[in-house]
């Protein structure tokens, strides 16, 4: 029953499952297994369902590998293959480690993806619990065109997803484990791997260039934590070290950034003072910064760990904060470094040097902002009503009736016809109404006396159009019916249209009648059931004459 | 509003006012109506800048004789800036109420550094090159040199403004150091020596605290401002150090060579001089004959500010014979040197008074006092002479002219101290001549003689009878305010053991103590974890606290923090800190939330404000107690104790608390803003250290928060945090933290206000 269009991975031979020898195969989307001698499978799992899998301890003597799924089932597979048992069984975790991430992920995405629509829009919400909670229609209907665009290509609104930042202790969650004999063991995942990439591109630099023409990645990974490097307090740059120049380089940004003083005057350090006293007046000494030699070791390494610190913080802010800028950090850096230094001789490299003259020129509106903001007593004024934008109509009469056509036009050739008509097709084809907006407007629209109507009974209108306008769009998108499958979903939709009136629309009506409220409030909701029931009638009556 | 503060309209440029600013300018009017000198605290964030300005304007306004001019001293740029801002809040104010146009002309006044618009000269990095540069471009002889050779560089800025800038007063208006650079900028004018000339005329300067007690600035920049000024000392609380500052001397061996070096330089030029124009030098030898008179006549008159290194009695004599000619002073400034450099070839410290010191060198090299007292005043004359374009390269010589006039003028209140080496580096010789001044009363002396009215001010002056008796002077109206809050907003805690009852104190014996690091360690790391966006961790020293944080770091205490927040350390480095604290600010701005580790006394602690969201906790570890081995604070000590009858143990303790003060107080700028102010040493509890701290602190340590542990602190902290997130809007404050005219009006309200000044 394979189909054809499916790419089986590996074949592993001699599996038993529930004691019966067979065939496990793996495919590109699941993972199935066949008795011996038969050629269909009893055991097909897609890959999306599988939460985890499991294997048993290297020392036993069966060599199994166990499948757990969403559901909390499980299935065992018996590698039985006395030779190559567990070959066999490493290959199939293999390659099942790195199918099931991407399936996983896939999964979960989509669920996260529907929760977080029905959460974020109530209106959805209670549509979902009044169709499909109610059975109505079934769940696959409910999402099958709400979320079809979010499988291939991301919708608009939600495709600038929120960066998720880097934890500022993401160096410290390595916990070296001793193992035991005069070793430690260090559990990387990918996650931290990216941490340390985005936050100190200067190693992703290392890493790229040495992994894996000179080293591997584990030998990389080795070297990393044994350098200086990790090591924060140690401050010997040994030069075979690979990563003594990833510190050469951080300390460049680091200079760098330092260099390119701050934006917010009130912070600048350096240019707070306004009068600094002469040298050799005063009683504070002048720190000993030139007689670095008489530092001690602790005091430097002391120096070097605080250094790292504010670096450190400094890299995990920026790579959160704009990681795309950031990626290509100590080029353009160290471009900038450079470009400071011809800054106070020439003039002609006006666009270059235009950092420090522009930050110069710039200043005074941060300034005047952050001096603002540094004396407002915001409880001595006044509350001061929300600043509003008044609207300026420059031609009040075309803001009234918006904008006319100049002249006419009339359509001259049929070809110009065939293209309009083509154009809104198309244009209809990616039509998508918005109910959530429109429903007020329907509301005031039928409901001129709104204080007649309870709020209760309004409220469970409303929800009773939003569910009507949800089962007629699915049915009226049949149209025009082409395919068996629409066939199918029309008569089903059909049907499912005369249930809502019989399960919501019916009992409503009664219990307007029961409080003695007009019951011309459920008469345009019939009417447009009437209009489908009407088009079904038509559309079938048309097929029963084509088939006879 | 405008207010009635005993009888004097005062326009207050905002709606509302808060009920200490009322009763803050009530004090400030009985200062000012008795012409007398004031000290006043009151809680930073409580608008006390815009108090002082409504009131002293109005004031100004109302009695324009008695009052002809407010200089307001600031302590940093962006201060002074601030203030301006203020100011012109207060005159849009006036300007909408009254219909008038402003006749005010009020500017600040900064050094060159950040006034100048010369392209080449503005670009420079640090205030000395720019000085020096300036002075190279604007000296008068260079401007003459001119004349005959017009090759020579000048400032085209100074070049105009001297041609026409004096003629016109600078309109009135309110000019910040922006405005003035564009001001300069749109008429061609140097704004720096505009604003220098305009602070003659102006209603109201704005600028630091060098320009009035640095004898050397304060000679030319605020020498003839008018006697019938208010002076205001904002951020007052370190005034004394300032003052000793401007009037200490430190001599190295560099300085020396450097200053050998000026004297050959000036014997080159001397013999050049004589063989090409030995008539100026004529001239220069009749003017000292002639002595000091004018600069007497001024003093007599009443024009100057009296200068502390030019005492009153050297101006009535001549220059000593001596001295007089050019080579003679050469020769003794040579000798003088020698017997310097001989000094410094000690192998142990030596400790000595100024009187012992003159005796020692009359005895060595028969250098009499009479001629050491005009040193200073005999080399100005002499640069002048000798048209010396760059000043700054004779700072050396200098220094050590002013240090002779200094050390023969005064016998009390300095001491010398020669240190043969560091004391932390014993085995390298750096032997150092520290001439120290004890005496902040020494530079501040003038100002208070000269001006009618001089207010110190701060949020932090506690104890305030200290400052009156270690300044020297007798205050008509000393007060401290309290805040009034509608809801607790600072929440003193002192945390006085660790969960596991150990002692937490940064004392000197407990300090490389591992149980009190790692409970320091737990207080961080689980403030952390409660409380939102920034946090600021104070330390008492550098030293301290890279051994802290380095062990921190062996102990894994840093990469649990990191999990909270992210760290950003003090470094000793100031364009790496503003960095560091940029990135701070970022972080917490962002919603990560940041620990800064700083250093009490260091510059953020001084200069930096951490409201609202960035400081929503002040950590201070340990008693910030000054380094007690240093020689020059015993002579000081000493000193204070001989002198003013002020205990060893009390000035430290006072010096330490107002430290401490100022650290916790940067978190609270407002009383919208809220934070916990957290004292982790169990010393704090005591009387005399509490005491110590500003009543409107103290009053809100209760006596269950004396000695918590960690997760006592927590436990109070979530709580607190809790509270203080609730919405506060304006009507909660109204009536008990906030008043409208009519509120403020109510018997029951003044009464109440009366309350709030606490009369020291």
């Known amino acids: 029953m394979a189909s054809l269009s499916e790419e089986v991975l590996l074949v592993v031979k001699k599996v038993r499952q529930r004691k019966q020898d067979g065939t496990l195969y793996l495919m590109a989307e699941r993972i199935a297994w066949g008795p011996e001698g038969k050629d269909r499978f009893t055991v097909s799992h897609p890959y999306s369902d599988i939460r985890c899998q499991k294997i048993s301890p290297d020392g036993k003597a069966k060599v199994q590998l166990q499948l757990v799924l969403h559901t909390g089932e499980s299935t065992t597979f018996h590698f039985a293959n006395e030779s190559t048992a567990l070959k066999d069984r490493e290959a199939a975790k293999e390659l099942l480690q790195q199918l099931l991430p991407k399936f996983k992920k896939k999964a979960n995405k989509e669920l996260e993806e529907k929760n977080r629509m029905l959460q974020e829009d109530p209106v959805l919400f209670q549509l979902y619990k009044d ?58 995942t990918t996650d931290i791997i990216e941490s340390i990439f985005r936050t100190y591109p200067a190693v992703k630099q290392k890493y790229s260039e040495n992994v894996p023409h000179s080293l591997t990645e584990k030998e990389f990974w080795t070297r990393f934590f044994q350098s200086h490097y990790f090591h924060r307090d140690r401050i010997n740059t040994g030069t075979q070290d690979i990563f003594s120049e990833c510190a050469k380089q951080d300390e460049k940004g680091l200079m760098s950034l330092v260099n390119k003083g701050v934006k917010n005057p009130l912070v600048d350090l350096l240019s707070l003072e306004d009068k600094t006293l002469d040298e050799g007046y005063g009683l504070k000494q002048a720190l000993p910064s030139t007689s670095n030699t008489n530092k001690t070791v602790k ?81 001595l004024q006044r509350e001061s009503k929300q600043k509003t934008v008044a609207l300026n109509l420059k031609k009040s ?91 199918d979903k029309v008569i089903k939709m059909k049907s499912n249209l005369e249930r809502f009136q019989m399960t919501k629309l019916s009992p409503f009506k009664e219990k307007l009648q029961r409080q003695y409220l007009g019951t011309n409030l459920t008469g345009h909701l019939e009417e447009m059931l009437q209009t489908a029931y009407g088009k079904f009638h038509i559309w079938q009556t048309r097929r029963m004459m084509r088939k006879t | ?60 306004k109302a009695f324009p004789l008695d009052v002809t001019k407010l200089i307001y001293c600031s302590r940093t740029v962006p201060e002074i800036e601030k203030v301006v801002e203020e100011l012109r809040k207060l005159m849009e104010f006036y300007a909408k109420e009254t219909g008038e146009v402003n006749n005010f002309l009020a500017l600040a006044l900064s050094s060159r550094k950040n006034l100048c618009i010369h392209p080449e000269v503005s670009s420079l990095r640090f205030g000395k090159e720019v000085d020096g540069k300036c002075h190279s471009l604007t000296a008068s002889y260079i401007r003459a040199q001119r004349h005959s050779n017009p090759d020579q560089p000048v400032c085209r800025f100074y070049e105009e403004f001297d041609a026409v800038g004096r003629q016109v007063p600078l309109p009135a208006g309110i000019y910040n150091l922006d405005d003035l650079k564009d001001f300069g900028r749109r008429k061609g004018w140097c704004p720096y020596y505009l604003a220098r000339y305009s602070i003659l005329h102006a ?58 070096g000026n004297v050959e330089t000036l014997q080159h030029t001397i013999q050049k001089i004589k063989d090409t124009d030995a008539a100026k030098l004529r001239e220069e030898y009749r003017r000292l004959v002639e002595g000091l008179k004018e600069a007497n006549i001024a003093r007599e008159t009443d024009v100057y500010l009296a200068n502390p290194v030019l005492p009153d009695e050297i101006l009535q004599e001549a220059v000593p014979g ?27 410290v030596v400790q000595e008074s100024a009187p012992q010191f003159l005796k020692d060198i009359f005895e060595k090299v028969c250098i009499d006092r009479k001629p050491l007292r005009f040193c200073a005043e005999r080399l100005q004359s002499l640069l002048r002479t000798l048209e010396i374009a760059d000043i700054a390269d004779f700072s050396a010589v200098t220094l050590i002219a002013n240090f002779a006039t200094l050390v023969s003028t005064y016998s009390l209140g300095f001491t010398i101290i020669i240190e043969p080496f560091d004391d932390r580096t014993p085995t390298i010789a750096n032997p150092v001549l520290h001439f120290s001044c004890m005496d902040p009363s020494i530079a501040i002396k003038p100002v208070f003689q000269r001006f009618q009215s001089v207010v110190i001010t701060s949020g932090t002056l506690s104890p305030l009878d200290i400052y009156p008796k270690i300044l020297d002077f007798r205050p008509v109206t000393m007060a401290s305010f309290t805040m009034t809050l509608a809801r607790t907003c600072l929440c003193p805690l002192i945390v006085g053991r660790g969960n596991d009852q150990v002692a937490l104190s940064s004392k000197f014996e407990t300090r490389e103590d591992f149980a009190v690091i790692r409970n320091y360690g737990n207080l961080l790391l689980e403030m952390s974890a409660i409380v939102p966006d920034g946090i600021v961790a104070f330390f008492t020293s550098y030293v301290y606290m890279e051994n802290i944080v380095a062990s921190w770091y062996e102990q894994g205490i840093l990469e649990n923090i990191q999990r909270n927040k992210l760290i950003f350390i003090e470094t000793q480095d100031a364009a790496e800190t503003s960095m560091a604290l940029e990135k701070y600010q970022e972080a917490c701005e962002n919603g990560r939330g940041a620990i800064l ?52 143990n009390d000035f430290l303790t006072f010096d330490a608390m107002r430290h401490a003060a100022q650290c916790v107080g940067r978190a609270i700028r407002g009383k919208t803003d809220y934070g916990l102010m957290i004292f982790a040493d169990k010393r704090y509890a005591r009387a005399d250290k509490r005491g110590k701290l500003p009543r409107w602190i103290q009053e809100h340590i209760s006596d269950g928060s004396l000695n918590l542990t960690v997760d006592e602190t927590v436990q109070l902290s979530k709580h607190f945090l809790r509270q203080m997130a609730q919405p506060f809007r304006q009507e909660d404050q109204l009536g008990l933290s906030l008043l409208t005219l009519e509120q403020l009006q109510s018997e029951d309200m003044l009464k109440k206000i009366a309350q709030i000044a606490h009369q020291a």
């Open chain 1, 397 to 487: 009469d075309r803001y009234a009736h918006g904008p006319v056509p100049l002249q006419s036009q009339k359509y001259t050739t049929s070809q110009d016809i065939i293209n309009a008509v083509n154009c809104i097709q198309q244009e209809m084809a990616h039509y998508k109404p918005n109910l959530t907006q429109v429903r007020e407007q329907n509301s005031n629209t039928f409901l001129p006396s709104t204080e007649m109507v309870p709020s209760d009974i309004q409220g469970e209108l409303k929800h009773l159009y939003v569910a009507a306008g949800e089962l007629l769009r699915h049915f009226w998108s049949c149209f025009p019916v082409n395919t068996s499958f629409l066939e």
């Open chain 2, 597 to 648: 580790l700083s250093v009490a006394r260091g510059k953020v602690s001084e200069g930096i404000d951490f409201v609202h969201h960035f400081g929503r906790a002040v950590i201070m570890f340990g008693v910030p107690y000054v380094y007690t081995q240093s020689r020059i604070l015993k002579a000081r000590l000493e000193y204070l104790r001989d002198q003013f009858q002020i205990r060893e």
């Open chain 2, 322 to 348: 001596s001295i007089r000619t050019a080579e003679h002073f050469l020769g003794f400034l040579r000798r003088f040197l020698e017997y310097l450099k001989s000094r410094l070839r000690v192998h142990h």
């Open chain 2, 1 to 60: 509003m405008k207010l009635n503060i005993e009888g004097l309209l005062v326009y207050f440029p905002y709606d509302y006012i808060y009920p200490e600013q009322y009763s803050y300018m009530l004090e400030l009017k009985r200062t000012l109506d008795a012409k007398g000198h004031g000290v006043l605290e009151m809680p930073s964030g409580t608008g006390k800048t815009i108090s002082l300005l409504s009131l002293i304007v109005a004031y100004q």
């Open chain 2, 203 to 260: 209603n109201i300067v704005v600028y630091s605290y060098h320009y009035l007690l640095d004898p050397k600035i304060a000679d030319l920049v605020s020498k003839e401002l008018a006697k019938k000024s208010v002076v205001v000392f904002d951020e007052a609380h370190n005034i004394d150090n300032v003052c000793i500052d401007s009037m200490s001397v430190n001599i190295t061996r560099r300085t020396l060579d450097r200053c050998q």
């Open chain 1, 131 to 188: 169709l499909v909670v109610s059975q109505v229609i079934s769940a696959e209907e409910f999402w099958a065109n709400r979320l079809g665009g979010l499988n291939n290509s991301e919708p608009a609104p939600y495709s600038n997803k929120q960066e998720v930042g880097i934890s500022g202790a993401f160096l410290a969650d390595i916990r070296p484990q001793t193992d035991g004999c005069n070793g430690l063991r260090y559990n990387l």
């Open chain 1, 299 to 379: 005091e430097s390494s002391n120096a070097a760990i605080i250094k790292r610190f504010n670096h450190h913080s400094a890299m995990v802010l920026a790579a959160g904060s704009r990681k795309n800028c950031f990626c290509h950090h100590p080029f353009t850096d160290s471009s900038l470094f450079s470009s400071e230094v011809p800054a106070d001789q020439a003039s002609e490299t006006s666009s270059t040097d235009g950092n420090s003259r522009d930050s110069d020129f710039f200043q005074p509106p941060v300034k005047k902002v952050k001096l603002q903001e540094a004396i407002e007593y915001e409880d």
